[in-house]
C-alpha cells in the first residue's frame, strides 16, 4: 500500500519531526524515504547535523516504514509506536540534503503484522536506517527498537 500521505499526516505532528523540517518523500509496502535539508539550528560545530538532528531522521524513516506495512491506513489506528532503545554510526559529516532510506526486514514485519491485524496487543521489533548526503555517501546508519501496542 502507498502510505505516503497517511505517513506524513502522522509525523508532521510530532514536535521533533516539525522542528528538524522531516518530510516524507515515500512510504510504501513497509519501506520509507524521509528527508531534510540540514537546518543551521541543528548543526554541531563542524557544522554538519548535530547526532540529534541524525536519530530524529532514523526514527522517522522507522516510523514511516512501519505505517507503510498496514495493508489499510485504519489498521493504524490507536497503534502506540515508541522507541525502545537506538544507536547510531557515523561515518561522515551530515551536510546538506539528507536522505534517510528504512524497510523493514522479514523478521519485523511477521513481528508487526499481527498487531496490525489486532490479534496480538503488542510488539517488539528493529528497523535499520541508511542516511545518505546529496552526492549517495552514507553519512549515519542507525538502529532503532520499537514497542508497538494498541491503544484500546
Do not use: K
Not at 12 to 41: K, N
Not at 114 to 136: C, F, K, N, Q, Y
Amino acid at each position: 500500500m502507498d502510505a505516503t500521505e497517511h505517513a506524513r499526516h502522522l509525523l508532521y505532528p510530532v514536535p521533533a519531526h516539525r522542528t528538524a523540517r522531516i518530510e516524507v518523500v515515500s512510504a510504501v509496502d513497509g519501506a520509507a524515504q524521509v528527508a531534510l535539508e540540514t537546518p543551521p539550528e541543528l548543526t554541531n560545530v563542524i557544522g554538519s547535523l548535530h547526532s540529534s538532528g541524525l536519530i530524529t531522521l532514523v526514527d522517522a524513516a522507522g516510523l514511516a516504514a512501519i505505517i507503510a506495512a498496514a495493508e489499510h491506513p485504519e489498521q493504524f489506528d490507536e497503534l502506540v509506536p515508541l522507541g525502545a532503545a537506538a544507536s547510531l554510526r557515523f561515518t561522515a559529516p551530515a551536510r546538506g540534503r539528507l536522505l534517510a532510506s528504512c524497510r523493514l526486514s522479514r523478521t519485523a514485519r511477521a513481528a508487526l503484522r499481527p498487531v496490525l491485524t489486532g490479534e496480538v496487543h503488542r510488539a517488539s521489533l528493529s528497523t535499520r536506517t541508511e542516511i545518505t548526503d546529496a552526492g549517495g555517501t552514507l553519512v549515519c546508519s542507525g538502529d532503532f527498537d520499537w514497542s508497538v501496542r494498541r491503544s484500546t
